[in-house]
Structure formats: structure tokens, C-alpha cells
Nanobody
Framework: QVQLVESGGGLVQAGGSLRLSCAAS????????MGWFRQAPGKEREFVAAISWSGRSLYYADSVKGRFTVSRDNPNNMMYLQMNSLKPEDTASYYCAATRDGSRYQDPRFYDYWGQGTQVTVSS
């Protein structure tokens, strides 16, 4: 079992920045491939970014590439999402998720553990 708690969401103007954090507890954090997803009202949950067990490999949705950066700190059981140049269409609840198998990292069905989410609202 691993427990995940997101923080760092809020209200920001378009063009601004936010840094989301995901704190993990329970099993060894480095055993998990980690992902960030988001879900806007009335929409499907969508992949945002993912990071491999060691942090060496990073993956991004096309919609956030060049604006968002995912990172992790294994000794402190933390993952981060730095979000720059935010747009109103980035408004959503953001979730961190963990899986042992990273082969289907874009598919939320293949993640075993989820946080409760943190709201990000970008005003125009």
C-alpha cells in the first residue's frame, strides 16, 4: 500500500505558475512509477506527466510539453509538478498516482494508488 497526498493547487492568472507536490507514504516510494493526471468537470481524466522509478525518464502530454516539468525526490518520498505559463484550459483537479508497472503510463486504469486531488484554477 502507498498513500498519496497532493498539495499546492490554487487560483492563478493566465501566464502564472504553480508547483504541485505529491507526498507518498507506505511502501518504498522508489518502487513506483509515478504519474500526474487532471480532470475538468464533465471531462475524462487525462494524462499530464509521468516519471520513471529513478526519475531518469520523463513523459508529458503534448498539451503541457515545454510548460510543465515533473520531478521526484525519492529519499523524501516526494513528486512535484512545476507548471509555468498556465492557461485557462489547464483548469482542473490534479491527481498524482502510483503504479509498479510503467508500461501503460498514459492510461489511468493501470495506476493502483491515487491521491485525493488538488484544484488548479487559471483565470483569463
Amino acid at each position: 500500500q502507498v498513500q498519496l497526498v497532493e498539495s499546492g493547487g490554487g487560483l492563478v492568472q493566465a501566464g502564472g505558475s504553480l508547483r504541485l507536490s505529491c507526498a507518498a507514504s507506505g511502501r518504498t516510494f522508489s518502487e513506483y512509477f509515478m504519474g500526474w493526471f487532471r480532470q475538468a468537470p464533465g471531462k475524462e481524466r487525462e494524462f499530464v506527466a509521468a516519471i520513471s522509478w529513478s526519475g531518469r525518464s520523463l513523459y508529458y502530454a503534448d498539451s503541457v510539453k515545454g510548460r510543465f516539468t515533473v520531478s521526484r525526490d525519492n529519499p523524501n518520498n516526494m513528486m512535484y509538478l512545476q507548471m509555468n505559463s498556465l492557461k485557462p484550459e489547464d483548469t482542473a483537479s490534479y491527481y498524482c498516482a502510483a503504479t509498479r508497472d510503467g508500461s501503460r503510463y498514459q492510461d489511468p486504469r493501470f495506476y493502483d494508488y491515487w491521491g485525493q486531488g488538488t484544484q488548479v484554477t487559471v483565470s483569463s
